[in-house]
């Protein structure tokens, strides 16, 4: 006997689940008797440990160990080498999951051989795919891909049978957030919006806790505990340790012995929500986002579910509490419920009843037939989800100046969808018989500020006219996984298609259509950012340009690129000299505090010391969200900077003057101004077109 069940394949750790004897979902024991099995593989083994017992060699501070990968699903540079060989995070989900596999074959007694698996909602087509082929790898068939918060849902929706209401489910795990509105009706969960980060989680409050612990460390002993690996992974063994401890207690001691070095710290709880609160409204923000695209608001909801480990801190709790205005729905294993939803959606797939199989009788005589008679299995329930990105492909703008983003398949429509789009083809009488086509996934208008899933090139086009339209269609399926089809109209006939890997430069996206330019070399670069601490950053605006300056160092590539932190406010300050260390950067960022007046002048003025002549390619990046108190000395500064060969881009938010930031900055296209929520991707932009080459920032001659 074959049976199926369904896997929370999570970051820090997996749960599995089936439909048990009386058709209800439950959680299946790992070989250690727990619920939960840690994510994590370790390679001093042959075959190699997973779960807990690696979990310990982890902790120990054993180098041979994969955790924390799913977050790289789907990238081909991530890759870790054992003994020899190299994995990729799918890679090492199959190992993960066909030690769950076996798990619940050895508790159940019967092979396991289908499964649903989970995905964060926020995963796009890169990631979704390999997540497919590591359970097939692990000897399943996959029968469905589901996003978590939909499985949350599914399980919640099933212990509240028969009731009807919308729920947010808020879903905050080790290295993901996933917001997802639902509506949960009898036989029924429709997903009405769903919005997310998957590069925020449980994680982000380790680093920094354990950012705080190393300044402590490095001040009072010398030693930067940031500098060194493995005082690094001891640090955060002990953050984690102490964010755990500071869900139960008001304080945590934390004692570090690094090298001949011991110390002992505390950190409280206020402290830790204190300095953790910037991470708490990055999840507001998403959070009302998704509402928004559901079209409500607070008192349209019933009530909050929440999921995820990181949901046991009692700042989630309460921040929540806060933001809905209602306590979250009790009742709810934050650790299990998406193993349990999974398992629901794969006895709906397989067709097997769910809920309540155990057979019910029909008293009485008002159907006019006498005795009892089996009830009808319940009907499976019917779930109808969305996805978090829009599906597009790039296209030339209808004035033909730039190459745009057109979405085709708008975020947050119910899957699956399809849609096409027509292209006008010159067929120049035979000789052009091929279409390439790039699919895109993202909200952004700019091609280069989604994800490029692919060039998909279309050949066979018959030469039946000069100009021949070919009809390219897009669809997302029940997993979220992008398909993608043309037919020449013409002809009705379906053009043979390749799918060819993405070049490495595509700037020429970034540029006019017809006047391609050769690629600029790229040298080593550094740059500064100016980061406006004046006291009308206060709070939010602070919160969003910390996030938007996060981004910006995701995108550059440390190995060519040094970067610096300059606030201003009444003074000026180096918070970090040109460094390459990114945990630095994010550091010195947490370190700004706004408060007082706009000195932009000296600002610039000391970027440009800092930057003195060498053969970097040098940029000043300033971000202001309002008049400085010198302007035109700061203009003049900054001309003087352009002058000594310096770029210097403006991006101005909130009370920004855009013509004094067309003034600062080099070029039209180098001064930006980004409305409330569009900074992330002003940045996101910047960083891209910096590590480019940067021409587009320059004045074109
Ligand atoms: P998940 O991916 O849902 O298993 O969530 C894992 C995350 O939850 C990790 O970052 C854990 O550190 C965090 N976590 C688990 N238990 C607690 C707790 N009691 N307090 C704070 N965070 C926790």
Sequence with gaps: MATFVGIDLGTTNSAVAHRNTYGRPEVIANREGQNVTPSVVYFGADPPAVGQEAKEWARLGNEEIASFFKPHMGNPQFRLEFHGRSYSAADLSTIVLRRLREDAEARLGETVDRAVITVPA???????????????????KVLRIINEPTAAALAYGLQK???????????????????????IMPGETVILAT???????????????????????????????????????????????????????SSARITLQLGTERRTFELTRAEFENMTFPLMERTRRLTEEALGEAGLTWPKLDGVLLVGGSTRMPMVRSYVSQMSGKPPRAGVNVDEVVALGAAIQAAIEVGEPIGDAVPRFTLGMSSGTAGSAPAAPPAPPRVTDVMSHSLGTVAVSPDGSAYVNDVVIRRNLPIPAGDRRPYMHSTHGGANDRLE????????????????????????????????TVDVSLSYDSNGVVQVEAVQRDTARRLAMTVEPVPDDLSWLADPPRAPESAAPAGPIRVYLLL????????????????????????????????????FSTLVALQAQATNNVRRLHAALLRVEPGGSTNLTDAIEMARGQLAADDRRRYIVI??????????????QAAAARKAGIEIVAIGMGDADREYLRRLASSDQASIFARTGELVQAFGHIARVIAEGGRALRIRS
């Design 437 to 468: 086509v790039y699919v895109t996934q993202g909200e952004s208008t700019a091609p280069l500020d989604c994800t490029i899933l692919g060039k998909y090139v279309f050949v066979g086009i018959e030469p039946t006219a000069d100009e021949v």
């Design 161 to 183: 049978a028969g009731v009807e209401e919308t729920v947010l489910i808020y879903d905050l795990g080790g290295g993901t957030f996933d917001v997802t509105v639902a509506r």
């Design 623 to 636: 971000l202001t969200d309002g008049y400085p108190d010198a302007a035109e000395s700061a203009v003049e």
């Design 532 to 567: 406006d601490a004046s006291a009308s950053m206060t709070g939010e605006p602070m919160a969003e340009a910390q996030n938007a300056a996060r981004e910006f160092l995701s995108r550059l590539d440390f190995t060519t690129t040094e970067v610096g932190l300059i606030s």
């Design 195 to 249: 919005a997310g980060d998957h590069d925020l989680g449980g994680k982000n409050w380790d680093d920094r806790i354990a950012t705080f612990l190393a300044e402590q460390f490095a001040a009072e002993t010398g030693f930067d505990p940031l500098d060194d690996p493995t005082a690094l992974n001891e640090v955060l063994v002990k953050s984690e340790q102490a964010k755990w401890t500071l869900s139960e207690r």
């Design 122 to 140: 926020y995963f796009a087509d890169p990631q979704r795919k390999p997540t497919i082929e590591a359970g097939t790898a692990a000897g399943l």
